[in-house]
């Protein structure tokens, strides 16, 4: 019985440090996208062209 009390603790350690690592990544950054921001402008045509077709198109309403 005494083991799972060790290994409860251990695993609630190792789970605190992965939290706190992860936070200290997103806080310094790690995970923002530089990357899109600079290619959506790029596609940003095309969204508009699906979203004018998407409203040109009759919709059949029953009432």
């Not at 290994?7 to 950054?29: D, E, H, P, Y």
């Not at 600079?38 to 040109?56: I, K, T």
């Amino acid at each position: 019985m005494s083991v799972i009390y060790i290994l409860l603790a251990i695993s609630t350690i190792v789970a605190i440090f992965f939290f706190v690592l992860f936070i200290f990544s997103v806080k310094k950054g790690q995970y923002d996208d530089s990357y899109t921001p600079s290619v959506r402008m790029l596609f940003d045509d095309e969204l508009v062209d699906e979203d004018s077709e998407r409203d040109e198109k009759p919709v059949n309403e029953t009432q």
